[in-house]
């Protein structure tokens, strides 16, 4: 009997060693469960700092139209949707040559925000092979440029900040300061940059009528002088007809 109380007596003391295998475990678990949320959530703001976030980036990129060696005038201003007046497009243009990407929604913010979502919303459209924009033509790969024996075929390309870019530009997220340039040319003719490359956009610029504050003094105001027939009339002395005698 007394052998078998010091057994029991053991395992009553050596039972909370055991639970202590399966408690670190879970903290272990729970702490690598807590870092990974933290990186994912690292990782997702490091993303969406590459990208227009909805109500809190505003960017702007030229765009310019070249066909046939013209540049189109630049695209009309709008900040609706063409096909619905109620939508807000948070991706507009101020009739200043740039693609203006300051987005209101989720919709047209990050991987949204792309050069066919700004057709979209001014009421025209393009792809790898063909374009309608605000001269209201269709120009296609395969359209001549120039008229008799001058004419050549053109085809569809477009470029970004000088570089040739392949596929449809409807899918390109334009980065802020980007200058972009679609085209119908020939293959051997350069592109060139849009007109609009480097304008000011004109909600970042001076407001007509308003002028800088002068660096000068400030010219005097009839409150800071003196007027002086004020001054004369109260600085005559008081009761001289009583002093002649």
Known sequence: MAKSSRVKRRAKVRSPRRNR???LWYVLTALVVVVGVIA?????????AEAPRANRDHWHAAFGVNVCGTWLPNAPEFHSAADNANVTAGVHSHGDGLIHIHPYVSAEAGDNATVGR???????SADRDSFEVWDGQVHRTGDECGEGDDAR??????????????????????ADGDVIALALLPED????????AGNTPVDLAPQPGVTAPA????????????DASASTSSTAPAGTSTSTP
Not at 40 to 48: H, S
Not at 189 to 194: R, T
């Open 21 to 23: 295998g399966p408690v």
């Open 189 to 196: 003719e350069e592109i060139g940059e849009p007109p609009s």
């Open 118 to 124: 700004f057709l979209e919303y001014g009421g025209w």
């Open 215 to 226: 660096e000068s003094a400030p010219a005097p105001t009839a409150s800071s002088v003196p």
């Open 153 to 174: 075929e053109a085809v569809v390309r477009w470029e970004v900040n000088g570089e040739p870019h392949e596929g449809d530009i409807s899918d390109y997220k334009p």
């Open 40 to 48: 994912i959530v690292a990782f997702r703001d490091d993303a969406q």
